[in-house]
């Protein structure tokens, strides 16, 4: 006899019992299911340099509303009997040429700066969502006019434009974002653009399309939330961006103005008295730096986070 057929005769028919398995368990799934965006936050919650940038976001926002109650002084009250005093306890962060707490004035320009930041950023991705969505939708015609006027609108200097807005206009706060927003949604047109007419084609567009959805459905409610991760990324990298323009307009006299102050009007302010007194151009400057080193690396962590070749 051979081996195979030693080895089957050695077999009981109690080797051969059925497995019997219980429907409920059957159908249970063993792993957790997640969405898109808890799997994005799953991810962005590894890159430990990213929640480093969140947490001084989160710490700036807060420090812009209590920084000048903690420090007991106010950001515009001149006191001509402390000028330009070195850090000290009394004063942490010293004081300017006009004898102005530091630390409160530089909390109060967190305020400012940030304001101006975030509001120009949201303005650009309104206008630019909207502008991108209908041009990259529609195509053909209407998307040849509606880039072809972006395009228009680019090529004017920047700095020109600015200049224009604020003699045109009465000077303030508004005014500056007006100037900063006034092209700066192209950039973020042109991306919704081509997100959207890659997505156009997909299937589901086709098939709101047969449930008879009307165009504006479609864009905005299939189309640009299936954008949103390229969206998010740009806006966290446009609101440093603006920071720091906002900087360089108060650097060239065009910011904001007195009695309003930021960061940029502080160190403009404090150029002037750097070869004697360079803490008071340290303090505007190093928080403008962590801004916008801040938002970049959530930006870097988001785009991370929401590319769908990365999902696991």
């Not at 994005?40 to 109650?69: D, H, T, Y």
């Not at 007006?178 to 997505?199: E, K, P, S, Y």
């Not at 459905?217 to 299939?222: A, L, P, S, V, Y």
Request: charged share 15%; proline share 4%; net charge neutral.
């Amino acid at each position: 006899m051979s081996q195979p057929e030693l080895n089957r005769a050695e077999l009981e028919q109690s080797d051969f019992e059925p497995l019997v398995r219980d429907e409920a368990e059957a159908e249970k799934i063993s792993g957790e299911s997640t969405s898109y965006w808890q799997d994005a936050w799953r991810r962005f919650k590894k890159n430990k340099l990213a929640l480093f940038g969140m947490g001084v976001i989160v710490f700036l926002g807060i420090m812009s509303f209590l920084g000048g109650p903690i420090s007991g002084y106010d950001y515009y009250t001149n006191d001509y009997m402390v000028t330009n005093k070195a850090p000290s306890l009394e004063h942490w962060f010293g004081t300017d040429p006009l004898g102005r707490d530091i630390f409160a004035r530089t909390w109060y320009g967190a305020k400012i700066s940030l304001f101006i930041g975030i509001m120009a950023a949201l303005i650009d991705v309104i206008i630019g969502v909207i502008w991108g969505a209908i041009a990259g939708y529609f195509g053909g015609r209407t998307d040849e006019i509606m880039m072809r006027i972006a395009d228009i609108l680019y090529s004017v200097p920047y700095l020109l434009v600015v200049i224009l807005l604020m003699v045109i206009l009465p000077q303030g706060l508004w005014t500056l974002i007006l100037a900063m927003t006034f092209t700066g949604w192209i950039n973020m047109a042109r991306i919704v653009r081509g997100q959207v007419m890659q997505l156009r084609s997909e299937e589901y567009v086709l098939a709101a399309r047969t449930l008879g959805a009307n165009s504006n459905r479609i864009m905005f409610r299939h189309l640009v939330p299936n954008t949103l991760g390229p969206i998010l990324v740009t806006l966290t990298l446009t609101i440093p961006n603006a920071i720091f323009t906002e900087a360089f307009l108060s650097y060239l006299g065009l910011g904001v103005q007195a009695p309003l102050a930021s960061w940029g009007t502080m160190t403009s302010e404090a150029i002037s008295a750097l070869q004697y007194y360079p803490f008071q151009l340290f303090f505007p400057a190093f928080f403008i730096c962590l801004t916008m080193l801040a938002f970049n690396v959530i930006g870097d962590g988001m785009r991370d986070a929401l590319d769908p070749k990365a999902r696991k």
